[in-house]
């Protein structure tokens, strides 16, 4: 079982950055693909960024990619997402997810685990 946490997340004006953590539990995070995801209001849940277990591979979303980073730290059992030149658009709640492959996932029901989420907000 793994129960994740994330922070971060908050009120920014376009242009602006973010940085997201989230924090799991469990000595077998390393194990696990990581993956965050975001759902905006009306809107269907939408794949954002996915790391390897590793840290060795990532993916992104077409519509962050060069402007999103994702990475990891295993020895503090937290991923991160640092979020720059924040569009209106990104707003949503942002989740953690993690998933028992080792591999990057892009589709949320290879997920395992998720956790509460964080709100985003980029005021125009």
């Known amino acids: 079982q793994v129960e994740l946490v994330e922070s971060g997340g908050g009120l920014v004006q376009a242009g602006g950055s973010l940085r997201l953590s989230c924090a799991a539990s469990g000595r077998t995070f390393s194990s696990y693909a990581m993956g965050w995801f975001r759902q905006a209001p009306g809107k269907e849940r939408e794949f954002v960024a996915g790391?390897?277990?590793?840290?060795?591979?990532?993916y992104y979303a077409d519509s962050v990619k060069g402007r999103f980073t994702i990475s990891r730290d295993n020895a503090k059992n937290t991923v991160y997402l640092q979020m720059n030149l924040l569009k209106p658009e990104d707003t949503a709640v942002y989740y953690c997810?993690?998933?028992?492959?080792?591999?990057?996932?892009?589709?949320?029901?290879?997920?395992?685990?998720w956790g509460q989420g964080t709100q985003v907000t980029v005021s125009s």
């Open positions: 790391i390897s277990w590793t840290g060795g591979l990532t």
């Open positions: 997810a993690a998933s028992r492959s080792h591999l990057v996932a892009t589709t949320g029901s290879s997920y395992d685990y």
